[in-house]
């Protein structure tokens, strides 16, 4: 592949109302990817301008779920090699050089691979050294697919294939502020409560007891959200409570429902 030649990779986001970074994602996007998708499901902003502005091909969908969103960008795209984007996440130079020399050969050796995502508080430098997830964001959609479900948009590697890891980050902008992260929190919880199949109630009850406090040490001291001062002791109490509303409400449903059944 020729130096300033992009590899055969398209990217694509799912976004609605997200003019805030919508331009600077598809930028970063355009460092590596061939071509970058944004599917739009009604943004009453800029999102769809900003985006086509940027240099996006923008198609507009009405939100399908989110792993049935993801199917539908998938299908949009020009080449099976996918990035998976949100539209609060940036490529770095670094990451961006490092998927065009998996390139360098002709296809690159795994059909699937891992790369870090490193959370940018609202103020202050990303969290590049602790409190990393770890994310199939580069694939071969011939060989894996986005799952077709309402709720989860993560797709689970088949038996028997191979990932490959990339070692720099990718910038996930997560929330501009504590009151955006609480609204995404609480809408996640409410998704993933009435989408995914609910737990035994006795399991549900334990978890709403005693889960806040568990899920909180595992984002604080196992991720290491501690060297992240007041931010990431912030954000480790709200991510767990996040997970935690997820079983309050899910237990919620299951009362509800028992009660209908009478």
């Given at each position: 592949?020729?130096?300033?030649?992009?590899?055969?990779?398209?990217?694509?986001?799912?976004?609605?109302?997200e003019?805030?970074?919508?331009?600077?994602?598809?930028?970063?996007?355009?460092?590596?990817?061939?071509?970058?998708?944004?599917?739009?499901?009604?943004?009453?902003?800029?999102?769809?301008?900003?985006?086509?502005?940027?240099?996006?091909?923008?198609v507009?969908?009405?939100?399908?779920g989110?792993?049935?969103?993801?199917?539908?960008?998938?299908?949009?795209?020009?080449?099976?090699?996918?990035?998976?984007?949100?539209?609060?996440?940036i490529?770095?130079?670094?990451?961006?050089?490092?998927?065009?020399?998996?390139?360098?050969?002709?296809e690159?050796?795994?059909?699937?691979?891992?790369?870090?995502?490193?959370?940018?508080?609202?103020?202050?430098?990303?969290?590049?050294?602790?409190?990393?997830?770890?994310?199939?964001?580069?694939?071969?959609?011939?060989v894996?697919?986005?799952?077709a479900?309402?709720?989860?948009?993560?797709?689970?590697?088949?038996?028997?294939?191979?990932t490959?890891?990339?070692?720099?980050p990718?910038?996930?902008?997560?929330f501009?502020?504590?009151?955006?992260?609480?609204?995404?929190l609480?809408?996640?919880?409410?998704t993933?409560?009435?989408?995914?199949?609910?737990?035994?109630?006795?399991?549900?009850?334990?978890?709403?007891?005693?889960?806040?406090?568990?899920?909180?040490?595992?984002?604080?001291l196992?991720?290491?959200?501690?060297?992240?001062?007041?931010?990431?002791?912030?954000?480790?109490?709200?991510?767990?409570?996040g997970?935690?509303?997820?079983?309050?409400?899910?237990?919620?449903?299951?009362?509800?429902?028992?009660?209908?059944?009478?």
């Amino acid at each position: 592949m020729a130096r300033d030649a992009k590899p055969p990779v398209s990217a694509y986001i799912r976004a609605r109302n997200e003019a805030r970074m919508i331009a600077d994602v598809a930028r970063a996007a355009l460092q590596v990817a061939d071509e970058v998708v944004v599917v739009d499901s009604g943004s009453t902003d800029d999102t769809a301008r900003l985006a086509a502005e940027a240099g996006a091909r923008v198609v507009r969908q009405d939100w399908l779920g989110n792993g049935h969103q993801k199917r539908f960008a998938e299908e949009q795209c020009r080449h099976d090699w996918l990035l998976d984007l949100d539209a609060d996440e940036i490529v770095t130079p670094e990451l961006a050089a490092e998927i065009r020399a998996l390139f360098d050969g002709g296809e690159p050796p795994r059909p699937v691979y891992r790369t870090p995502m490193a959370i940018a508080p609202p103020v202050g430098e990303p969290w590049t050294r602790f409190g990393l997830a770890k994310r199939c964001k580069l694939y071969d959609r011939r060989v894996v697919r986005a799952p077709a479900h309402a709720a989860w948009d993560q797709f689970a590697v088949p038996a028997g294939v191979k990932t490959g890891r990339l070692k720099n980050p990718i910038i996930h902008h997560a929330f501009a502020d504590t009151a955006h992260l609480v609204d995404k929190l609480n809408r996640n919880s409410s998704t993933r409560a009435r989408e995914l199949a609910p737990k035994p109630m006795p399991v549900l009850a334990l978890r709403v007891f005693f889960g806040l406090p568990f899920y909180f040490a595992r984002r604080y001291l196992l991720d290491g959200l501690f060297r992240g001062g007041v931010y990431g002791f912030s954000f480790a109490l709200l991510s767990a409570w996040g997970r935690w509303l997820r079983d309050v409400k899910m237990f919620e449903r299951r009362k509800k429902e028992a009660e209908r059944r009478k």
